[in-house]
């Protein structure tokens, strides 16, 4: 019987990225790669690879075609100026969150380690049911649960979610691994501290992975957050949120 491995099931996700659709989770790609592949002829050799080349690329195509459709009802609007992320429901303030941006620079030049400013999107999000605090590397678990702010460690973890540019001054933010992804080091959420990725506390990052789907809008902007948030009326109401679970319901 012939079985999907996970080096077919990222090709079929990193096509599909390329292709800028709405991709499902990688779990969901080798299920449904799983599925459609017990029906080949295991031939072995070259006549199995001649199989594979001919039938991924159709899989793909299939795949693309039962994604599940982007996500309209969600905003995230970051500000850079503010170290704060909002979380928009039909152009309703519904959250907001600390977090942490490029401690280098604004932009979005190769090698720069530059956060990204303008429009973006969600292009996939990776870590469903991990619990906080595992780490990924090259967008996978390795097995490693660390606790927060543990010494000396700053990898990846508990969520990512991987973002794509949708203009000319972002268009590198998907090749650059730009993500909004969850961080140990805790302590420095709420300045600029990262290599130009978004970084957010675990309890937070879980939250907001559980709300926003493939396709959302991601503003990233250097103004504050009442500029594109006109429910957030007050510094009042945005500072209450610093002594809650950082939640508006």
Known sequence: MNKIDPFHAQRAADWLNRLGRPAPSFGLYRAKLAQLLKELPAVGGFGDIFIRAIFLPTVVVLIASCAAPPDTQHQVVISVREQRLALLEKGKLVATYPVSTSKFCLGDRRGSYG??????????????????????????????????????????????????????????????????????????????????????????????YSIVGRGAQVSIVDLPLVALVPDLSSATQMAATNHSTSVIR
Not at 116 to 134: F, S, V, Y
Not at 160 to 168: D, F, N, S, T, V
């Open 115 to 208: 956060t990204p400013l303008g429009e973006l999107e969600i292009a996939d999000k990776i870590g469903d049911g991990a619990a906080a605090g595992t780490v990924f590397k090259n967008r996978r678990r390795t097995g490693e649960i660390i606790p927060v702010d543990a010494p000396g460690r700053d990898p990846i973890v508990t969520r990512i979610i991987w973002l794509r540019g949708r203009e000319a001054q972002n268009a590198n933010a998907f090749a650059r691994d730009i993500y909004i992804h969850g961080t140990p080091e805790e302590r420095n959420i709420g300045r600029r501290a990262s290599y130009g990725c978004i970084r957010m506390r675990s309890t937070d990052i879980i939250n907001l």
